[in-house]
């Protein structure tokens, strides 16, 4: 049968990356996608003795995801864990009084649409596995954002599109429940990334002000590490779960 198989988008960088590497080193073979060509991801996977599928595509074009999927099939012949994970914050932060609509297309196309059918395609191919009596786990997992329930009115699709992937979540778990595909969402506070490198002054402020009760920026890591709880089968009878990964931003604390 082989080692499992994960398949991360956004998988050249930042989270995604981390993801990558770490359910490796839990014994899975990785497909790393992404627009760019995922290099530096690959050699990190095989470093740690799995084997990587390198697949440049976007996630919002159906055939760049039927594409990736096949190959996919053609490489190891199965799928265990997807990982959506790619996403995109606004190019410029909008009032939400004047914001276009070319943003939120954008935004919500590969924050929302984009996983959304990735996951309506995977899962039909996990549930095809278990009718030929594959019984190991399988899991998707998405990764959406504290933005999901905090309103940011300077990006509000990114706020919207976070959202989505939260209930896409929930309406995921239900249908696939019956088939033991379990379904989860992490949620990410503010996390050390590229995408957040430009507001760096204003979370080191608020952090230490005690925006988090944690009070430092989350790593990639830490959101890996939820990742990979999930990717082993640890919440079998959870599914639908939300975890939080952001040093305790949801709670309110007075």
């Not at 990735?118 to 990764?143: E, F, K, P, Y």
């Amino acid at each position: 049968m082989g080692a499992p198989v994960a398949m991360v988008t956004g998988a050249a960088r930042g989270i995604g990356a981390a993801i990558a590497v770490k359910l490796a080193g839990n014994g899975m073979d990785v497909a790393a996608f992404d627009i760019v060509e995922p290099v530096e991801t690959v050699q990190s996977v095989e470093k740690k003795g799995r084997n990587a599928l390198a697949i440049v595509g976007d996630v919002t074009c159906p055939d760049d995801r039927a594409s990736a999927l096949e190959k996919i099939r053609e490489t190891f012949n199965r799928l265990d864990v997807l990982v959506n994970n790619a996403g995109v914050a606004p190019k410029v932060r909008a009032d939400i009084l004047e914001a276009g609509e070319e943003s939120y297309d954008r935004v919500m196309e590969i924050n929302l649409k984009g996983p959304y059918f990735l996951t309506q395609a995977a899962a039909n191919w996990m549930i095809r596995r278990r009718s030929d009596r594959s019984d190991g786990w399988m899991c998707i997992v998405n990764i959406s954002s504290c933005s999901a329930y905090a309103a940011s009115p300077y990006r509000g699709e990114y706020c919207l599109s976070k959202a989505g992937v939260s209930m896409a979540t929930k309406l995921y778990a239900a249908r696939l429940a019956e088939y033991e595909i379990g379904v989860y969402e992490i949620r990410p506070g503010i996390i050390e990334t590229d995408m957040t490198s430009a507001v760096r002054d204003k979370y080191d402020k608020l952090i230490a002000e005690g925006l988090t009760p944690i009070r430092r920026w989350g790593q990639p890591q830490d959101v890996a590490d939820a990742v990979a709880a999930c990717a082993r089968g640890d919440f079998k009878f959870s599914t639908g779960e939300v975890i939080n990964v952001d040093g305790g931003f949801h709670m309110r604390t007075l």
